[in-house]
């Protein structure tokens, strides 16, 4: 029998830690600024609690802190959050724990879509949201397509939705790659690669809203329906006989998924492992209950992202690595292990 831990005694734990991850987070990187002037920069900048600090530091601090890393590490913590909870409703949905936010092919068709939109020149007049836009609604487009294709009879068959999320997946990669190779703009395609694998090099504030939003209100409404999905691990006849409206279930957690990973995707390019992984984990520390399982997924998927984000910018300083390359570096070993190990295993 897996030994399971309390919720109360690990939030205690988890809370103050992410928020001293994001303090020593900010502090971390190719230039390092001292843990006590982060703390008077961040402070100084927050109405009521700036009285509490003497607020002298130097420019160069304050561009660093406030203006670069702070946005990034919030940014991180966003990202690795939403894809963790959408883990969590996919594999809520599939009744399957190796499901990931991009098994219906959302990620191959945000990449689809700013890969057009970066060769093309097509989506410029958007500006600096150009990238962001385009592969927020090539997410889109690939989930009404794979949710289309999986309706027999006015319901969602989830064989079917795997088999179109696949299908699309492939083909949306195939024409990824033809764009690609025949683009002229070598820079651009170098630019393309480094976003699709997963970065947070581009944070700014303004980038923070829109996944912050969907982030707050896609987990509010799991949490208010965890008994729902607990029940639908049971199976849809189960459910049904528990009173489960199965299909408009199933509607929504396909909205609640695609609109986490095209919102995040939207801001940081795939960053591939954390919503399988992150899940898994939790589950073996506080069971199955999503009551505990939601809260803790995005915890612990915001501190894997922001402390992963740090490896990235500092592991080759000046330069930095793709996040989603650390994530499938560091994430693969560890879920073989888990999966080795007795507490682990899946079935």
Request: glycine share 8%.
């Amino acid at each position: 029998m897996k030994k399971q831990f309390s919720m109360k005694k690990i939030l205690l734990i988890l809370i103050p830690l992410c928020l001293v991850s994001i303090c020593v987070t900010i502090c971390l990187g190719p230039v390092t600024v001292p843990f006590g002037t982060t703390v008077n920069v961040i402070f100084s900048q927050v109405p009521g609690i700036r009285e509490l600090v003497n607020g002298q530091y130097e420019q160069l601090d304050y561009n660093i802190v406030w203006m670069l890393r702070a946005p990034r590490v919030l940014l991180g913590f966003i990202v690795g959050a939403s894809l963790a909870v959408c883990g969590v409703a996919m594999q809520a949905l599939i009744r399957n724990k190796l499901a990931d936010p991009f098994v219906l092919g959302v990620s191959s068709g945000a990449s689809a879509a700013a890969t057009l939109g970066m060769i093309t020149g097509w989506f410029s007049f958007l500006g600096r949201f150009e990238l962001s836009v385009t592969a927020f609604l090539g997410a889109a487009i690939c989930i009404i397509v794979v949710y289309a294709l999986s309706r027999t009879n006015g319901r969602v068959n989830i064989t079917t939705l795997l088999l179109a999320g696949v299908a699309l997946s492939m083909i949306m990669d195939a024409l990824t790659s033809a764009m690609a190779l025949s683009a002229k703009n070598a820079l651009a395609v170098h630019n393309l690669d480094f976003w699709m694998t997963g970065s947070l090099a581009g944070a700014k504030w303004e980038y923070l809203t829109i996944p912050f939003v969907v982030m707050l209100l896609c987990i509010s409404y799991l949490m208010i329906n965890y008994r729902t999905l607990n029940i639908l691990l049971l199976g849809d006849e189960t459910a049904v006989t528990l009173g489960v409206n199965v299909e408009r279930t199933q509607k929504a957690l396909v909205l609640i998924a695609s609109l986490l990973a095209g919102a995040t995707i939207a801001v940081s390019g795939a960053i591939g492992f954390v919503g399988m992984m992150v899940p898994h984990v939790c589950r073996m520390l506080v069971g199955s209950d999503h009551k505990k399982v939601l809260p803790l997924s995005a915890l612990l998927g915001g501190l894997l992202v922001i402390w992963t984000d740090v490896a990235a910018r500092m592991v080759l300083a000046p330069e930095e690595l793709p996040v989603g390359v650390l994530t499938a570096i560091i994430g693969g070993p560890c879920f073989i292990a888990m999966l080795k190990s007795k507490s682990g295993r899946l079935v």
